[in-house]
């Protein structure tokens, strides 16, 4: 009788549970785990209609997530020396397109800030953990979610933090970077005064769950541009957008900016950088 699809997943987990951080183990991999409990279709040997159902479930960001976590397990059971299967039936499974977004470069506009860090605020219910002062981090730094995620106490130094590493959604603390350039950036005022509030009793500044802040991010802020609060239903990563965009209209130069930020000026330009205010066409 072959495995179960639920039973192969805990056999992965608990290969995986020796190199991932506790926090991976208790958000994204649990979740990953509850989703494959209630898949209809438990046989292994049926990959590909596995992923399909896990496709057509939502959220469909939730669904993509599950679905990249599903063909890591499937490759990791096909290797030679794990050989749980004989060959990988997903090998050649195509992921459908990610979902259309918009492709403006969002930035919250300075009256908006106020609204979307009290929004986070306002109600804490994952551990009591205020999901503002992540967010205010991502704003003033323009850290990555996942890098903010894998900061650690010892690499602030002098007023700086260290970014060498990222969170991430699928393989949890990686020692490197999106880009794989090490880089330091500058903490000012309001930075200090979130470390300042923040208990150092564990070697990760943020040891919380970044599936529930994404999570958390969106069902608090998309009510509010529903009914026209807002400008929009904000991503975390529009943080980073308005972060780059003021340093560049504060009057920084692109190339600091893009060290900051860990890009190339190229790349700052066509991917981050917008207006942060309205301004009234001059008359020349």
């Avoid at 805990?10 to 190199?19: G, L, Q, T």
């Avoid at 309001?190 to 150092?200: D, E, G, T």
Wanted: hydrophobic share 40%; glycine share 4%.
């Amino acid at each position: 009788m072959s495995l179960k699809l639920s039973e192969l997943w805990n056999m992965f987990v608990a290969e995986r549970s020796i190199a991932l951080c506790p926090t991976s183990l208790t958000s994204d991999y649990t979740q990953v785990g509850k989703w494959l409990v209630r898949c209809p279709i438990q046989d292994i040997e049926q990959a590909r209609q596995i992923m399909i159902w896990v496709l057509g479930e939502k959220p469909v960001l939730s669904s993509r997530r599950v679905a990249m976590y599903v063909k890591t397990m499937f490759r990791w059971a096909a290797q030679e020396d794990v050989a749980i299967l004989a060959r990988n039936q997903l090998a050649s499974f195509k992921m459908p397109k990610a979902p259309q977004k918009d492709g403006d470069i969002i930035v919250i506009p300075r009256n908006e800030v106020g609204l979307v860090l009290a929004a986070l605020a306002a109600k804490q219910t994952y551990r009591n953990v205020d999901w503002s002062l992540y967010t205010e981090l991502m704003l003033q730094t323009a850290m990555r979610t996942g890098e903010v995620r894998a900061m650690r106490w010892n690499d602030i130094k002098d007023g700086k933090v260290l970014i060498h590493s990222n969170f991430t959604l699928t393989h949890g603390i990686k020692n490197s970077t999106k880009t794989n350039k090490k880089r330091w950036v500058p903490l000012n005022g309001k930075c200090q005064a979130i470390l300042n509030v923040l208990p150092q009793d564990d070697q990760y500044v943020f040891p919380w769950d970044r599936v529930a802040f994404q999570s958390y991010f969106r069902k608090k802020l998309k009510p509010l541009a529903d009914v026209g609060i807002l400008s929009h239903a904000y991503r975390p990563y529009d943080c980073r957008h308005t972060a780059i965009s003021r340093w560049i209209e504060a009057g920084i130069p692109v190339p600091q900016a893009a060290a900051w930020a860990g890009n190339t000026a190229e790349v700052i330009f066509k991917h981050y950088c917008n207006t942060t205010q309205e301004y009234e066409m001059p008359e020349l």
